[in-house]
């Protein structure tokens, strides 16, 4: 019930494009949904969080959709670019302080 | 924004000696902090949740006595990898928790080699 399910493992998305990634999870008393950006050897930077109390959030070119009772969000980068290239994960946590439970993580690639 | 520092980057060390990795929140106090290990192409596994002041909690299969977690005050904690062993080495990455926000900052990560 701890767990998130990530998907896809890799994605391949060429510039411009729109890279979507994908995440469930089981236990209703999540109340802080945040993806991560991770870049190789470096520790995980906040991209966006969201909480359930909306459907969606947007910061820039970064999106996420939250849908409450099918108990999945997901990652919408738009306009992807070569430097979005890295490891995204998504995590959950039930209150602020609080252990997060992440994602198995997503390697994305933009090509040029 | 909040900056949390953690050193060194990297270290390589040989069997059996023990190496200390240290993990600063800067600009806040960090009233939880957490340990997390990472093998290559895998998630973040979290090996302990420390308060100020109190013991740590480890999760299950972490052996306490060989991973030391000191959180002495509101802005350090230390991980000690006592006795290390190639099979120890990996990432080893810190994240503080202060803001009533949901607030996590992540470290830069220390990578460990054990020769």
């Known amino acids: 019930q701890q767990q998130v399910k990530q998907s896809p493992q890799s994605l391949i998305v060429q510039k411009g494009g729109i890279s979507i990634i994908n995440c469930a999870y089981e236990?209703?008393?999540?109340?802080?949904f945040p993806w991560y950006q991770q870049f190789p050897g470096k520790g995980p930077a906040l991209l966006i969080a969201?909480?359930?109390?909306?459907s969606e959030k947007k910061e820039g070119r970064f999106t996420i959709s939250f849908n409450k009772s099918a108990k999945q969000f997901s990652l919408h980068i738009m306009d992807s670019q070569p430097g979005d290239s890295a490891t995204y994960f998504c995590?959950?946590?039930?209150?602020?302080?609080?252990?997060?439970?992440f994602g198995e993580g997503t390697q994305l690639t933009v090509n040029p | 924004g909040a900056v949390v520092s953690q050193h060194p980057s990297w270290v390589i060390c040989k069997s059996g000696t023990s190496v200390k990795i240290e993990c600063r929140s800067l600009?806040?106090?960090?009233?939880?902090m957490f340990w997390y290990r990472q093998f290559p192409k895998q998630s973040l596994m979290l090996m302990a949740t420390?308060?100020?002041?109190?013991?740590?909690?480890?999760e299950q299969g972490v052996e306490k006595d060989k991973f030391l977690i000191n959180h002495a005050s509101l802005t350090l904690s230390t991980l000690t990898v006592t006795s290390a062993h190639p099979e120890d080495s990996s990432f080893y990455i810190c994240?503080?928790?202060?803001?009533?926000?949901?607030?996590?900052?992540f470290g830069s990560g220390t990578r460990l080699t054990v020769v």
């Open positions: 995590a959950a946590s039930p209150f602020s302080g609080s252990r997060l439970t």
């Open positions: 236990n209703t008393a999540f109340d802080y």
């Open positions: 994240s503080a928790a202060g803001d009533v926000n949901y607030g996590y900052t």
């Open positions: 600009d806040f106090q960090a009233t939880t």
């Open positions: 969201i909480r359930p109390d909306v």
């Open positions: 420390s308060n100020e002041g109190s013991k740590a909690t480890y």
